[in-house]
């Protein structure tokens, strides 16, 4: 069901191993257009915008944006018990991991008197994306919500797509999710035009603009991220999902199988990539694919994901050439099935789920880890959510008389160098008679 690309043999710069399996680049670029006029159209027309756009892309109107409280408190009077209990234990894993993320404040004394301390401060509000489109993901809400809770954000706005099935609600586990988190500021919107509504504000629904937005969603919310990057702080671009599987000869070809679909299931643009030494491991993932596409629900969405120019299997020569090829493409998700994985040799990925009990699906939801990740190739140079993401590095200075008085000559020297001799005044001024 995937194509087969044949490396061996060959060598390829990290620039050719890249261009050997291609993204959906034509559909980011047509999103990223698209996405920017959404996004400035509700700058430009506000709640008007918001309201022309669902109805549009969601089917409602007339709707609610502003999710009323008590649309919060019957979704979670109505949760089934089932789900509850498995977003409590979510929410428990995810808050011990993200409370690690925290850097404690340190203070670094240069010599007597002159000290700087860091600290990290959390920004004041953010809004979280919540997708609401293919699939329901209460799971998001816990991977928004907690680590912004544990970064110290005193200001929590969340937005998800209103449901035609639900008369322009947001989805009732959704609401549940937030509602278990405390979470009282809630949005009846989607796409684009969630992110803009976020960034820039709107008066007629009493949404106040944020200082970071964050959240997965498809193409379209990850390229109006980029819009508005520069007015808001964003986290990584996450958008259509990817799994790249390393695998050699000890692997389970039914779990890469399997794991390949899960992917895969989430977006006809998903990527899902295998890179092997091992043709005959290739030959049997790929005769095990038919059967688990047309046992799973949406067979259809598979299979457009496989048949996309984003879908491989990479045959290469040996585990230093998967290597290679895993840290050129960089990929959201990274499974190693592998006799000796060596993960530290993996410097590039969202996140690393080592051997055959470790599934992405695991990280989806209960790993302690977080699930909003970069795409793209992102991961060369950009981090998952984290608390981190919520957090701003600020170094406090203080030096006293006699600390200053010591680096007074090195401080006129570099200035008068610079040609800002008014640098070295400020400081000689406090020595002055």
């Not at 907690?146 to 937005?159: D, H, I, S, T, Y």
């Not at 190739?377 to 170094?395: D, E, M, N, V």
Request: proline share 6%; no cysteine.
């Amino acid at each position: 069901m995937l194509r087969t690309i044949d490396l061996r043999g060959r060598v390829l710069s990290p620039a050719e191993l890249l261009a050997v399996v291609p993204r959906a680049d034509a559909a980011r670029d047509e999103a990223l257009a698209t996405a920017a006029r959404l996004v400035d159209d509700v700058a430009r027309r506000g709640e008007e915008a918001l309201r022309e756009q669902a109805a549009r892309f969601d089917r409602v109107s007339d709707h609610a944006i502003r999710v009323p409280a008590a649309h919060l408190d019957e979704a979670l009077r109505d949760l089934d018990p089932a789900i509850r209990a498995a977003l409590d234990e979510a929410i428990d894993r995810v808050r011990t991991a993200s409370a690690a993320q925290v850097p404690a404040p340190t203070v670094t004394e240069l010599s007597d008197g002159a000290r700087v301390t860091q600290r990290w401060q959390p920004v004041r509000r953010v809004g979280l994306y919540v997708p609401g489109g293919k699939a329901v993901y209460p799971s998001s809400v816990v991977m928004n919500v907690v680590p912004a809770q544990v970064a110290g954000v005193r200001e929590v706005a969340l937005a998800s797509p209103p449901q035609a099935a639900f008369g322009g609600r947001v989805h009732p586990v959704i609401l549940a999710a937030a509602r278990l988190l405390g979470v009282t500021e809630v949005y009846a919107m989607g796409g684009a035009g969630a992110i803009g509504a976020f960034a820039h504000g709107v008066a007629e629904i009493e949404l106040d603009p944020v200082d970071v937005v964050t959240g997965p969603g498809n193409n379209f919310v990850a390229s109006a991220k980029r819009a508005v990057a520069g007015r808001v702080g964003t986290d990584s671009e996450a958008g259509a999902t990817e799994i790249l599987i390393v695998a050699d000869d000890s692997a389970t070809p039914d779990l890469v199988a399997v794991d390949l679909v899960s992917q895969a299931e989430h977006d006809e643009q998903a990527s899902a990539v295998l890179v092997t030494d091992s043709a005959a491991l290739a030959e049997a993932v790929q005769a095990a694919l038919p059967a688990r596409v047309e046992a799973t629900r949406h067979s259809e969405r598979v299979t457009a994901a496989f048949h996309g120019p984003q879908s491989a299997v990479v045959l290469v020569d040996d585990l230093a050439q998967a290597t290679a090829f895993s840290n050129a493409y960089a990929p959201e998700h990274l499974e190693l099935h592998l006799a000796d994985p060596r993960p530290e040799d993996f410097v590039n990925a969202g996140a690393v789920f080592v051997g055959p009990y470790t599934p992405v699906s695991l990280g989806d939801y209960l790993a302690g880890s977080n699930h909003v990740l970069p795409t793209g190739g992102q991961a060369r140079y950009s981090a998952g959510l984290s608390a981190a993401t919520f957090l701003r590095p600020q170094q406090v200075v203080q030096y006293d008389r006699e600390a200053l008085y010591r680096v007074k000559d090195a401080i006129v020297t570099l200035a008068e160098a610079e040609a800002l001799p008014a640098h070295g005044e400020a400081v000689t001024a406090r020595f002055e008679a």
